[in-house]
């Protein structure tokens, strides 16, 4: 249990480690089931820096911009820091969000519209998260797939074929109907929905008579 735990730990804090899957499982010529090598952080690179580049130009274009439950949340995060902690506690709004956003209003106090652009930076950050969270659950994807369906129609596209769509779908989900203009925890949820899609996907695999046990774990710390 303690083993898959530590290794579910590393599978989210290191994308780009050995932790990570790099085969997959698929069919060969002969109709056997062999390895595919699924491509490993250099495609995920290429991808990071063009998805990135669209969500710093969203991010530095709308920096100004604030929803209402933005100014609620900043609000909160001031509160964190500059009162007693327990004053923003409430049954209304969720603790996390505020929490993250407390340290980078640490040394500003009282609301300014700078603040509106330190908001939207880490909204970034938690984007970048989020980015790296979908990789995880696409790789693990690719793999359980091919494992479970190695006969599937889908295991004989291009591996080019799945990230295409994959990080087009990613996309449109993060900065087209969540994006980071709006300051919210929406973004913060999606990468903790794809790290746990990726570890229910982990728990499919053959454990060798290991427990998954750890995984399970790790997903009711997430959840």
């Known amino acids: 249990m303690l083993t898959n735990l530590k290794n579910g730990i590393c599978t989210l804090l290191f994308p780009f480690s050995v932790f990570l899957p790099e085969s997959a499982a698929t069919r060969n010529p002969k109709g056997e089931i062999g390895t595919r090598r699924i491509p490993g952080w250099p495609i995920f690179a290429f991808w990071a820096a063009l998805i990135m580049i669209a969500a710093m130009v969203q991010m530095w274009t709308t920096r100004y911009e604030m929803n209402e439950d933005g100014i609620s949340y900043i609000e909160l995060a001031s509160a964190y820091v500059h009162q007693p902690w327990t004053s923003a506690i409430n049954t209304y709004w969720s603790p996390l969000y505020p929490a993250l956003l407390a340290p980078a209003f640490a040394l500003k106090h009282p609301l300014s519209p700078e603040d509106f652009v330190v908001a939207h930076v880490v909204n970034f950050c938690i984007f970048c998260l989020s980015l790296v969270s979908f990789r995880f659950f696409l790789l693990e994807l690719l793999r359980t797939q091919r494992h479970l369906f190695p006969a599937n129609v889908f295991s004989d596209a291009p591996f080019w074929v799945w990230h295409l769509s994959g990080y087009a779908i990613f996309i449109s989900c993060s900065l087209d109907l969540i994006t980071i203009t709006i300051v ?39 959840l």
């Open 184 to 222: 919210s925890p929406d973004l913060l949820l999606s990468a903790v929905v794809f790290a746990i899609m990726g570890l229910l996907l982990r728990t499919q695999w053959p454990s060798n008579g290991k427990s998954h046990a750890g995984y399970f774990v790790l997903i009711g710390i997430l």
